[in-house]
């Protein structure tokens, strides 16, 4: 009788926070494999002490595109604190998580930050998004830029 190899199903995720660093997500995640940038239209990124998405006609958030397996989607699910703080939305053909408390915004850790810089440049994504996230973060809160960050 042959051995047949049972092909995983998969989805794809997109991430635009911490899973966007690669060493990080092949640790939460093995099996994921990196496709390549992706934009989610009508989005911009805000901080709420971690990353989040929320809705804004006509901006874009640049991310990197994983194809996960169920076992990733559950590492994931728990890393992301799936439903209570991070919730799934769908676009098109692809995954991603957003908070389900949007009434505040908090700038990051400088370590947390540090994470997403790195995912940036794993990615080959411009930091522009990033650094105007981090900087509306700011507002209020001290006189830090995103350089005393980087």
Known sequence: MAN???KEEV?????????MNHEHMKHRCPKAKYIGKKTLPDYELVFRSVADVQEAPGKTVEGALFEIT??????LDR??????LYIKRYVDDFMFYTMVDKDYVH???MP???????GYKDCKISTDCLAAAVNESLQGVDKYTI???I
Do not use: H, M, V, W
């Not at 169920?70 to 590492?75: G, L, P, R, S, T």
């Open 11 to 19: 989805k794809l995720y997109f991430a635009y926070g911490s899973n």
């Open 79 to 84: 890393y992301e604190g799936f439903p209570n």
């Open 107 to 109: 700038p990051p850790s």
């Open 70 to 75: 169920k076992d990733c989607e559950e590492a």
């Open 147 to 149: 350089k005393d960050y």
């Open 112 to 118: 947390y930050l540090s994470t997403i810089a790195q």
């Open 4 to 6: 047949r190899e049972q």
